[in-house]
């Protein structure tokens, strides 16, 4: 789950952390006329969008007047940037300083552990830019490993970088997340730290345990689209390319994330990666209904790929409610290429070529692909 800036700042800040002071807005901020040219500033306003990319740089605004905040505001609201739109707009002071370094906890997808690393602020300073190490999954073991990190770093530099990770290492473990990244970590002329930049992703899986975080994606259920829609249709969405031409639909397991990268391997420009949780298709088409409503914004679909495996999923019962749910989707005209494997694949795919004749069937992934290559081709009609 990645948390909207603003959020991550909140979470910290109750925590102790310094962060920037700031408001979140959901619609253009009304002014006093006479107060317009007021220099209250500098402010920043920064679009709230789920979006594992950093905001652009050309999508930030300064402000130095309430006027060129509400004007800022009224851009930014309603926008979209990289496929996600933009409900809100975190307003916070601007820090300004010379001196700023970068520091990042996330999970290591290959050793266990946590992945550690520092750098000198600068152009393209991040992750790859600087000292990185993997540390034991422990708060005082990734305080250490930041000492030993931090000991490439100017000197004035050493001291806060490892205070802030004194800070935020129990937190990072605390909230059970898989990264927070400060970007930049500003440098006060005092000494002192301010995390100017806050990413921070939380596992899902573990929500369960944090009322508090819950709680705030009630509160602004809005905002968490993704998160939503996980835990009502237990549905995995996200939109990769909108200028894909393949929308895709898999289940279970962790095939959703291999199918996309085999696609883009091959030369096919998928536009999203869907994955349903097997246990939520059972007895209702409503995941499948939702997952053919997100598919029905795209507009530039020139067919959809559906996968299942019979050992994820009972190829019968899927088709059933495949069949439920393209009744309620008269929208989505365009092909559908099945990729079913399983001894009941052929039974479940001409229950469904009852329902459309132009979904089609395949028992493997080059013969998919290969249809997909036919159907998204220069003549191919979008749906």
């Known amino acids: 789950m990645i948390v909207l800036e603003h959020d991550a700042k909140e979470l910290l800040a109750v925590q102790g952390v310094p962060v920037p002071g700031g408001i979140q807005l959901t619609q253009v901020p009304k002014y006093d006329p006479e107060q317009e040219n007021e220099k209250a500033g500098p402010w920043l306003l920064k679009p709230q969008v789920e979006s594992l990319d950093r905001i652009p740089l050309e999508d930030i605004a300064v402000a130095a007047t309430r006027k060129e905040v509400a004007d800022g505001c009224a851009k930014l609201l309603g926008t979209q940037i990289k496929g996600h739109r933009v409900n809100s707009v975190r307003v916070e002071r601007q820090i300004l300083s010379d001196t700023a370094c970068f520091l990042s906890f996330s999970c290591d997808p290959i050793v266990p552990g946590v992945r550690v690393a520092v750098a000198m602020a600068g152009d393209g300073y991040g992750p790859g830019e600087g000292a990185q190490d993997v540390a034991a999954p422990d708060p005082n073991a990734v305080v250490a490993c930041v000492s030993r990190l931090a000991m490439g770093l100017p000197e004035n530099l050493r001291d806060p970088i490892v205070e802030a990770a004194t800070q935020l290492a129990p937190l990072y473990f605390g909230y059970e997340a898989l990264q927070i990244e400060i970007s930049p970590l500003v440098i006060l002329p005092d000494n002192s730290w301010v995390a100017s930049d806050v990413k921070m992703i939380i596992d899902e ?179």
């Open 205 to 383: 899986c573990a929500l369960f345990r944090h009322p508090e975080l819950i709680a705030m994606i009630e509160r602004r259920d809005f905002a968490y689209d993704a998160v939503r829609r996980k835990r009502t249709f237990g549905l995995d969405y996200l939109v990769l390319d909108t200028a894909g031409d393949i929308g895709t639909f898999t289940t279970g397991r962790g095939l959703g994330a291999l199918l996309v990268d085999d696609m883009r391997q091959n030369g096919l420009k998928p536009y999203n990666y869907l994955e349903a949780d097997t246990a939520a298709l059972i007895d209702t088409p409503a995941s499948i209904v939702e997952a053919f409503r997100l598919l029905s914004t795209a507009d530039s679909l020139k067919a959809i790929l559906v996968t299942a495996l019979e050992d994820n999923t009972n190829l019968t019962e899927l088709a059933a409610l495949l069949a439920q749910s393209l009744a309620q989707a008269p929208e989505l005209t365009c092909p559908i290429v099945l990729r079913l494997t399983g001894p009941n694949a052929e039974p479940a795919a001409a229950l469904l070529r009852d329902i459309r004749p132009n979904i089609e069937l395949t028992a493997t992934t080059d013969s998919a692909f290969e249809r997909l290559a036919e159907l998204t081709g220069p003549r191919a009609i979008s749906c």
